[in-house]
């Protein structure tokens, strides 16, 4: 065979080759892709004003303006303000106040009217609903009972937990209401009294679609150091009656409510038939939740009881990423040794994927930072702050954290203190939003056996092989072809003789070509292709035959 032809494979081995380099490379640099450095997008300054809290979102925040005394809910996204009526008194007015699913209207729970203000945040204008009985009367004249506002996803039912103290009992009971906003009538309501040895001073909800009231307990029996600390009590709002109790060891009065249950606390999810599962680990300690709370970031030390912040015990110091829901660990890394150790307020604000987190610090010069870390590699990068965060926290306390993620985690806010009577919000562009489609693609944890790295390269030399194989097979084919041409042409040319003519005139006979030269070329110099011995240029490529 010619050296030429040769050539032409080994061109086309090249080229599978690179197709499989290309195929491989893309993923290895999407994996080991270097944490982004976030870009300040935008700022608003507020002053004689104190930060209370924000959206499930992130995008409203809801402050206090110490001048006026008025509530106001500032949006992100055009720093527009909105005044809001809130009794802040009270000591249920972080509860006492929701927002719609679409975060479209803003419901605040109105304690001298006993009625609700829904609040539509698109056009500035606000309709006040009157609740009847729903709110027991004794929460109406007592600020220390607690109530707790929900709405439902078609914004037509106002759901009402209230926990209300018994001064003869010196204990609390539940109520729960449901409430028809078209008709401004109370559809369901239950009552809820706890046995004697258990107490009612948790927290209490009803479930997304209405159908459930749960209230947690605290045990207090005489076997009580035997005893689990908590349960959970799951009713039944429509037949009136208790369905499940489940038990667990650790509680919080922070609920974050979904569709599938509920976030108690970062340490205890209970699902929506009342079972509860605890995340807690003996060792995990500075949990954060995700925004719709399925998620629990945690730092766990095997090797000691609590964290600790020595090198030693900083080298075996993990992050863990937890689902919620079954209590099973979705990815874990190494902590980064070039982090400092975060105290509870300092790390946390899980991103809604769970793949990064926030975490504040300080460099030798005691400038203020805030780490972006990933979860699944520990790699991170970091903002230089122009101030303190407000409060000095990060972790979450109901959404209290002055530093978040936007639900699409393109965007990160950090709430900082500006002056002695105000603050600053600083917006900025994560940078973070395809990365964060990769992880939710990959749909696995660190644990799997199956790396998506092998998985693309073997499809890769898959590819590269059937590319490949193809193009030999068409050129053995291409070859034979003109092989069949070139001897048939070589046997007609020595036997054929012009036919005589039909009348009766004598034929004469053609002369028969002379035979090739034994020395003539079978193959073109030029590109390989084969000829027929009498060709003077070849029929693939043109270029003339040398005899």
Known sequence: ????????????????????????????????????????????????????NRSPSGRYVLYGDTSEEKFYLLDTEDWSRTIVDIDSESDDYKNAYCFSADEKTFYCFNRANDSVIAYDLSNDKSEEYPLGSAVPSDVLDDDDGDVRLQISKDNKSLFITSLVYDSRSEDYYAVFSVVDFENSNTTTKYEFTSSDDYSLDGPAWISNDGKY????????????????????????????????????????????????GAAVGSSCYVSKKGDATSIYYSNLEHNSLNQDGSLVLGLYNENCDGLGSSSSELESLEMIVVDNKTGETKWRTKYPNDLPFMSEDEYGALSNDGRFALANGSDDNDNNLLYLIDTKTGAHSQINLRGSLEYDRVGDDGYLGSAWFS?????????????????????????????????????EDSSSSFNPIIIVVVVAILLAAGVGGFFVIRMRKHSKAYGAVANNTAYTASQQTMPQNFVGQQAQAQPQQAPAPSDAPRFCSSCGSPLTPDSQFCPHCGAPVKH
């Open 213 to 260: 009231g749960y209230v947690i307990r605290d045990y207090c029996g005489d076997d009580y150091d035997s005893h689990s600390y908590y349960d959970v009590v799951t009713l039944d709002l429509k037949d009136k009656e208790a369905v499940n109790t489940s038990e667990f060891d650790r509680a919080g009065n922070t609920v974050v409510v979904n569709d599938d």
């Open 1 to 52: 065979m010619p050296r030429t032809r040769k050539m032409k494979w080994g061109m086309l081995l090249t080229a599978g080759l690179a197709l499989a380099a290309s195929l491989v490379v893309a993923p290895l640099g999407a994996y080991a892709a270097d944490v982004p450095t976030p870009e300040l997008k935008d700022t608003y300054e507020l002053e004689n004003s104190i930060y209370v």
């Open 407 to 443: 639900k699409d985690c393109s965007l990160i806010y950090a709430v900082q203190d500006n002056k002695d009577d105000g603050f600053r919000i600083d917006v900025y562009k994560s940078g973070i939003s395809q990365q964060s489609l990769l992880a939710d693609s990959q749909k």
